[in-house]
């Protein structure tokens, strides 16, 4: 059974900042967490970060030049350093992650449980 285990939510001020986590395991096949997402009471999912196999990387326009994706491929953790937080990136973020075989071909996706976020004075 895969697992995505996120950490690092909570509340904060705006203009401070946070550093969520993700540590995915349970899967013999290959599986490499790719991207967090967020979704705002009343809003779509959205895409906030994504980063390739490669190490590129893609933000939202709302949180470029704040927040920071980076992965640890000996931890097969994720990571999404936010910074110079606003009370608009109050929201559930979750991560993803994909499921390969070995001949990396996609199976499926997998998604974390979600950890709030929650910017306010």
């Known amino acids: 059974q895969v697992q995505l285990v996120e950490s690092g939510g909570g509340l904060v001020q705006p203009g401070g900042s946070l550093k969520l986590s993700c540590v995915a395991s349970g899967s013999s096949r290959s599986i490499y967490v790719k991207g967090w997402y967020r979704k705002a009471p009343g809003k779509q999912r959205e895409l906030v970060a994504l980063?390739?196999?490669?190490?590129?990387?893609n933000y939202a326009d709302s949180v470029k030049g704040r927040f920071t994706i980076s992965r640890d491929n000996a931890k097969n953790t994720l990571y999404l350093q936010m910074n110079s937080l606003k009370p608009e990136d109050t929201a559930v973020y979750y991560c993803?992650?994909?499921?390969?075989?070995?001949?990396?071909?996609?199976?499926?996706?997998?998604w974390g449980q979600g950890t709030q976020v929650t910017v306010s004075s």
């Open positions: 993803n992650a994909a499921l390969t075989t070995p001949s990396s071909q996609y199976i499926t996706d997998y």
């Open positions: 980063i390739t196999t490669g190490g590129s990387t």
